[in-house]
């Protein structure tokens, strides 16, 4: 198998995850997070579609991490984003994780709103 070293340019990968927690490049946020081009930051959650909305110009789609399981999300939370015109992928935290860093490695504008395991 051929090993590619990956390079994030100036974005911040998810290093990592546990009970209550996500590592971005480096650091430790305790809690859900929003991940976008423009930095990372505390979230939330689904009540707060507005911290997600004010992002829409920074990305072209957002990867949603559900939790430990994948769930849906609110309808309220889906309808703002989608009429921002912001494109939603649902996936359970752990998938979202490295999706986004999969996406961030292709140099795509991708954003990550998280709840922790």
Same mark, same amino acid.
């Given at each position: 198998? !051929?090993?590619?070293?990956?390079?994030? #340019? #100036?974005? =911040?990968?998810?290093?990592?995850?546990? @009970? &209550?927690?996500? !590592?971005?490049?480096? #650091? *430790?946020?305790? &809690?859900?997070?929003?991940?976008?081009?423009? %930095?990372?930051?505390?979230?939330?959650?689904?009540? #707060?579609?507005?911290?997600?909305?004010? $992002?829409? &110009?920074?990305?072209?789609?957002?990867?949603?991490?559900? %939790?430990?399981?994948?769930?849906? @999300? @609110?309808?309220?939370? =889906? $309808?703002?984003?989608? &009429?921002?015109?912001?494109?939603?992928? *649902?996936? /359970?935290?752990?998938?979202?994780? !490295?999706?986004?860093?999969?996406?961030?490695?292709?140099? =795509? !504008?991708?954003? /990550?709103?998280?709840?922790?395991?």
């Amino acid at each position: 198998m !051929r090993m590619n070293e990956i390079h994030f #340019d #100036d974005s =911040r990968p998810v290093d990592g995850y546990g @009970p &209550g927690f996500f !590592r971005v490049g480096g #650091d *430790v946020v305790e &809690g859900a997070v929003l991940l976008t081009p423009g %930095g990372v930051s505390g979230w939330s959650g689904f009540e #707060d579609a507005a911290a997600v909305v004010a $992002k829409a &110009g920074e990305v072209d789609f957002l990867l949603i991490g559900t %939790g430990a399981e994948i769930a849906h @999300p @609110p309808a309220a939370f =889906r $309808k703002a984003l989608e &009429g921002a015109g912001i494109g939603l992928e *649902v996936m /359970a935290s752990p998938a979202a994780c !490295r999706t986004y860093n999969v996406l961030l490695a292709e140099g =795509r !504008r991708v954003g /990550a709103a998280m709840l922790p395991v």
